[in-house]
């Protein structure tokens, strides 16, 4: 039990009590704010627009889903954190779309779509017609709307532009650039890509890859987390730098090398960058993930809410190594079997539960 701002939270021991308050508590706020974002989505006039905005949430509802668990650090004020998180996960998964499955290759219009999940952290920042490079246009206000939503709950953080909104924003920053290398015409994605990484080396001090790092950059979990702790109480500056070294780079970079990993028959047959193509071997990649959780372990620890961060680690390793699209994998019978081991008997619970839940859905939706 640990006290933040005033606010005492108590993350359960047991992994199946921690489940039954996201399932009965989380997912359906999460699922009530999605229910919006469809229904202002299907709105949208422009046919390649709709149909993205539409997709992206159809097809990603559980990264949502998976960012709403943060809201269990804010319990008195958990429905803004997910109203937050909805919002700011809506626009990173519709802008993937949108330059996933664009006629466009202009880094310009990357970097200006990117543009609005800066200024969805920057409460006095005026939004902008975020499409003014493209040749899609009319989304009768849908990104604007996500963006001044996320803006109007940080703008309720205590001494958020002073202490909170510089490492956010140099989070946010890294995922825009990102973004704009990954997008480009292929044969410039990996020269950007490295030279970004080398610009980068004074801030990152880390034994990586440039593939990691930009691994590490794709991640919105260090933000949802900053978004947490900043609505549950006052947060020192110290405390902040602490969460921000307790996410980036390992454990935000072990959420997206798990889902590059199961991604990877889908990249390869739609000509996708993945990260988890670069390594030299399924060994060396093996031993690679298993780094970043031994690093991910360890960082937790300075963290308040120890629990909470380590159920975040083992629940990410379980719930991506549970997806089905694993099973097309090479090796994957020894990569979920070493993980798995890695990360203990949580993180078996959490790789179950998975299976059950989406089993579960699955029946339901038909």
Known sequence: MTSLGGTRLQVPENPILFMNRIYKKIFPAVHRELAY????????????????????????????????????????????????????????????NLCDRSTSLDPADFDLLHQSMIDALSPSQPTQNYYRLREDQQDQGYLEDLVKTCQQVVRQIPDYESVVYPYMIKLAQYYRDLQVHKHVKVEERVPRLTKWFEESQNDLKEN??????????????????????????????????????????????????????????????????????????????RERFLHFIEETQQRVKNLPNERFHRYIQKGLVGMYLADQKVNQLKSSKIMVKALLHACGGISRFFYFNTKFYRKTKKLAHN
């Open 37 to 96: 974002w469809t229904s202002r989505a299907q709105n949208i006039e422009n046919y390649e627009l709709r149909k993205q905005a539409l997709a992206s949430i159809d097809s990603k509802t559980f990264h949502c889903e998976g960012g709403g668990i943060y809201a269990i650090l804010s319990p008195k004020r958990y429905k803004e954190v997910i109203r937050f998180i909805v919002a700011y996960q809506t626009i990173s998964d519709y802008l993937d």
């Open 208 to 285: 990586i890859s440039w593939y990691e790092f930009s691994a590490c950059a794709g991640s919105t979990l260090g933000i949802f987390c900053l978004v947490a702790y900043g609505l549950n109480g006052v947060l020192t500056e110290s405390l902040v730098k602490r969460i921000y070294q307790g996410y980036f780079p390992y454990m935000q970079g072990l959420h997206i090398l798990l889902d590059y990993y199961i991604d990877q028959k889908e990249d390869s047959r739609e000509g996708d960058l993945n990260f988890c193509s670069y390594y030299d071997s399924e060994e060396h990649m």
